[in-house]
């Protein structure tokens, strides 16, 4: 498509936010800028493969002058972020729901909480792996910044649940708040990851061991410590044979420990 003219982007954007406070007209006005910049060289087959969601194949830059608008009116007007978030979410198209996920993530925390009680639901409804790690990565963007103890709680439940979908979910949030700078709550967080890795399997196992690559980035030895007291206290012989199984992409230190760990008799 022909290169983006970037003083027009700038007046459709800022005549959009206008519309911040009235949902359904910044949603119809939305779509029509969607349609003005369609990415028609992509055939629609071609796009029928990655998405489950109607796409308008908008270009990344539209996208990120649309998020960079929307995050000063969030953080001043979080009432009108929130129905204007849920409006987003509801237009059911992959860039709306892109877009929904980025708003949350810029509503302060003590505003957001009506969405994020919605959080689980929207994960579950999201067959798109890039709007899935939307909601799990930008959607909490502030709350794990302000207010990392309702974060936990939140993940706490995915982590204990039976479904293995979930826990990876609650493995996917955790491992951004373990990434940020000062974060370290470890006995929070071993407490609520226990159950996940008591319970590994097969289909948690990448995101598990991403986890703990995580964690050990923070402290090795705290690690080590809470892997040792899991295995001394487990009987699931499905979990010792996932955790083996990550030995050879663990990082040489904790691949030592680990493998002294299994290798101890319990």
């Known amino acids: 498509m022909p290169a983006i003219d970037l003083g027009l982007l700038?007046?459709?954007t800022a005549r959009l936010i206008e519309s911040f406070d009235q949902p359904e007209a910044f949603v119809h006005q939305l779509h029509e800028m969607f349609e003005f910049y369609t990415?028609?060289?992509i055939r629609p087959a071609q796009a029928a493969v990655r998405a489950s969601l109607p796409s308008y194949r908008v270009p990344r830059h539209v996208m990120r002058q649309?998020?960079?608008e929307l995050k000063s009116?969030?953080?001043?007007?979080?009432?009108q972020a929130t129905a204007l978030a849920s409006a987003l979410w509801k237009?059911?198209?992959?860039?709306?729901?892109?877009?929904?996920?980025?708003?949350?993530g810029f509503i302060p925390p003590a505003s957001a909480m009506p969405l994020f009680s919605l959080l689980p639901e929207w994960v579950q409804q999201s067959k798109d792996p890039e709007i899935q790690a939307a909601l799990l990565t930008d959607a909490l963007k502030r709350l794990r910044r302000e207010n990392s103890q309702v974060l936990l709680l939140l993940i706490e439940d995915w982590l204990k649940s039976p479904d293995h979908r979930a826990q990876i979910w609650g493995l996917r949030a955790l491992i951004p708040l373990l990434d940020e700078p000062g974060f370290e709550n470890l006995p929070a967080v071993f407490r609520i990851l226990r159950p996940a890795v008591e319970t590994a399997r097969p289909?948690?196992?990448?995101?598990l061991q991403a986890c703990l690559a995580a964690l050990e980035r923070i402290s090795l030895t705290e690690t080590l410590h809470f892997l040792r007291e899991v295995i001394a206290?487990?009987?699931?012989?499905e979990m010792l044979r996932i955790l083996r199984r990550m030995l050879p992409t663990c990082s040489p230190e904790l691949q030592a420990g680990l493998r002294e760990i299994l290798r101890k008799p319990m």
Request: with cysteine; aromatic share 4%; hydrophobic share 30%.
């Open 10 to 12: 700038k007046t459709q």
């Open 39 to 41: 990415n028609r060289t």
């Open 66 to 68: 649309i998020e960079s």
């Open 73 to 79: 009116p969030a953080d001043h007007f979080p009432l």
């Open 91 to 104: 237009a059911s198209y992959l860039e709306t729901r892109l877009l929904a996920c980025h708003l949350v």
């Open 203 to 207: 289909s948690t196992q990448l995101d």
């Open 233 to 237: 206290a487990s009987k699931n012989p």
